[in-house]
């Protein structure tokens, strides 16, 4: 189904006069939709966690730089998968988005692309993704495949919990663990606290995103840690992002960091704990931009960590 109505087609949460929007032709906007193409800060946090990895491997390994050609297949891997993953979750989600003010407009909701097309979709991203990770050595591969099964729960979870971000923080830090693995071709305790502290990670930044849905979640009966903690929420932030700082604290000692991983560190926990100062709950667009603005945490931690593999390895 088509339409010729540019306000039909609009998402309400994407930027405005964004490159799908301007760019692409009018049947291929509904799959770059649903692969959020129009909206890549998903992509831009599900990158971090396997770049801080590969990074820490890296420099432990000897390294002075993080391998170019691993990071751009990360990049690769993150924009695809995290495409086939929101493909999946729209699949389901297509009667809840019918209901939510945000999500109404979505492809699948709004009658531009039917459920099977939408599968179809999804398949191909997830096959672009497989031949991706078939560039990594054979434990990453499984590895990678592992990453599947959270992948696959998480959509169900808000339909029986409050705490889907949970599942949510498993399935997107797993890049965590990856980034160490394509480096050693197994996993140690620096990749497992990386990977913990990513999880807590996610479950922060993505409670402050769902503050923007509270209301229409509760109206229909859908859970999430915004709902479960509502006016104690900064108290979450707060002990989800100190606990990360202090796992990959722990990661950066047992790795035998020198002092320019802990100034990116610093700077990073500095990011998140202004993020619980200015949160409100009730302020959307402060919500959205709070969420958004987790990407630049995200390189914070990363330039600190390139600079700690140059300077040791000199």
């Not at 949160?279 to 390139?306: E, H, I, Q, T, Y």
Request: glycine share 8%; net charge neutral; proline share 6%.
């Amino acid at each position: 189904m088509s339409t010729s109505d540019p306000h039909a087609s609009s998402i309400p949460d994407a930027q405005s006069g964004n490159w799908v929007d301007r760019f692409l032709p009018a049947w291929v906007k509904p799959y770059a939709q649903l692969a959020r193409w129009d909206r890549p800060i998903g992509w831009r946090l599900l990158l971090p966690p396997c770049w801080w990895s590969l990074a820490l491997a890296s420099g432990v390994h000897g390294d002075r730089f993080p391998s170019p050609l691993y990071l751009l297949l990360f990049l690769m891997g993150a924009v695809v998968m995290r495409g086939a993953g929101c493909t999946y979750n729209d699949i389901l989600d297509r009667d809840i988005d019918a209901q939510v003010a945000r999500t109404r407009a979505r492809p699948i909701p709004s009658g531009r692309v039917s459920a099977k097309a939408a599968a179809a979709f999804m398949v191909a991203q997830a096959l672009v993704g497989l031949g991706i990770l078939l560039c990594f050595n054979p434990f990453s591969v499984l590895l990678g495949i592992a990453s599947l099964i959270p992948v696959a729960i998480y959509p169900f979870m808000k339909r029986i919990t409050n705490y889907p971000q949970v599942m949510l923080g498993l399935a997107f830090s797993w890049g965590g663990l990856m980034g160490w693995a394509v480096v050693f071709g197994d996993l140690s305790l620096p990749a497992v606290l990386i990977y913990v502290a990513s999880v807590l990670w996610t479950i922060g930044y993505d409670t402050i995103y769902a503050h923007q849905d509270r209301e229409d979640d509760a109206l229909i009966g859908m859970g999430s840690t915004a709902q479960a903690f509502a006016e104690t929420t900064p108290k979450l932030l707060t002990v989800c992002y100190g606990l990360a700082v202090v796992l990959i604290g722990g990661a950066m000692v047992d790795a035998q960091c020198g002092f320019a991983a802990f100034v990116g560190l610093a700077a990073f926990a500095r990011h998140l704990f202004w993020q619980v100062e200015r949160f409100d709950k009730d302020n959307p667009d402060l919500c959205l931009m709070l969420f958004k603005s987790n990407r630049w945490a995200g390189w914070l931690l990363f330039a600190g960590l390139v600079a700690d593999g140059y300077l040791r390895n000199m």
